[in-house]
């Protein structure tokens, strides 16, 4: 599980958990982890963890969130990374993820599209080496052995008869190529509103959709596909009608969501 290291002026003060999806952290009481420092909004920010990953988001705070020395609005996060607020430090300990995954590239994140990515490139298959024509006329003109001839070393034999002769083997054929996979893509057409007819390709791993403060989810781009998760507000995101609860739900081809009054189409491309 990760942790956040909490120091100040090079003093350990405290470790926080992230045992939970959403962690806030600011001046007022009503935060997850309350600093009570006049340099710290009442909201700073928060740390949202999905499938064992974490990233950082700035909710509109007076002095700005740094990760590494460099202000973001919504950051992912890789074991080390230090998260300034005010002059307190935060240090990001994910000794799991550090052991078993692969690092995310750092990439900001500022507006309606703007999220981390994290995108595995396809690997070709090394296709079988052909071989040339004349192999394979060799391969099956060429006998184990020639009837009517003595084997040598043993000249008192009788010379095998064409019955007894062993057959000759033909080579296998050569198996076929792999078929190369094909990345899946999809994408989210907005239905309603200013924006209306807009489209926003979902090539990254997570996508935030909807009003920091209001409400906020996320479509994360998974091996078995699209998934559609609750972030932040009092109102949950609804499906075709259909309000979601805390788990991610996978979408399907033309699916229609509905996030912060606004309807969106989302469709394989």
Do not use: C, W
């Not at 009788?158 to 994408?187: D, Q, R, V």
């Amino acid at each position: 599980m990760a942790k956040l290291i909490i120091t100040l002026d090079g003093q350990q003060i405290r470790e926080v958990e992230l045992d939970k999806e959403r962690i806030t952290i600011g001046r007022k009481p009503s935060n997850d982890v309350q600093i009570d420092n006049l340099a710290i909004s009442g909201e700073h920010a928060a740390i949202v963890t999905l499938n064992g990953e974490s990233f950082v988001e700035d909710l509109g705070s007076t002095n700005s969130t740094l990760v590494n020395n460099r202000p973001v609005m919504k950051q992912a996060l890789q074991h080390g990374d230090e998260i300034e607020i005010g002059k307190y430090r935060l240090k990001y300990v994910n000794l799991e993820a550090l052991e078993g995954k692969k690092s995310t590239p750092e990439i900001d994140a500022q507006d309606f599209e703007k999220t981390l990515i994290l995108r595995r490139p396809l690997v070709a298959t090394p296709l079988p080496e052909e071989s040339s024509p004349a192999d394979s006329l060799m391969a099956h003109t060429l006998p184990l052995s020639t009837p009517g001839t003595v084997p040598v070393g043993n000249a008192a034999s009788p010379a095998p008869t064409p019955a007894s002769a062993p057959a000759s083997a033909p080579a296998p054929a050569p198996a076929p190529a792999p078929a190369e996979k094909k990345e899946t893509h999809a994408a989210i057409q907005i239905l309603n509103g200013p924006n209306i007819g807009r489209e926003l390709d979902l090539v990254k791993t997570l996508t935030s959709l909807g009003k920091p403060g209001v409400q906020v989810a996320v479509i994360t781009k998974r091996p078995l596909g699209y998934f559609l998760t609750h972030v932040q507000g009092d109102l949950h995101p609804a499906v075709n009608g259909q309000v979601l609860d805390a788990h991610p739900r996978q979408l399907m081809d033309h699916d229609i969501i509905e996030l912060a009054g606004v309807k969106m189409e989302f469709y394989f491309k």
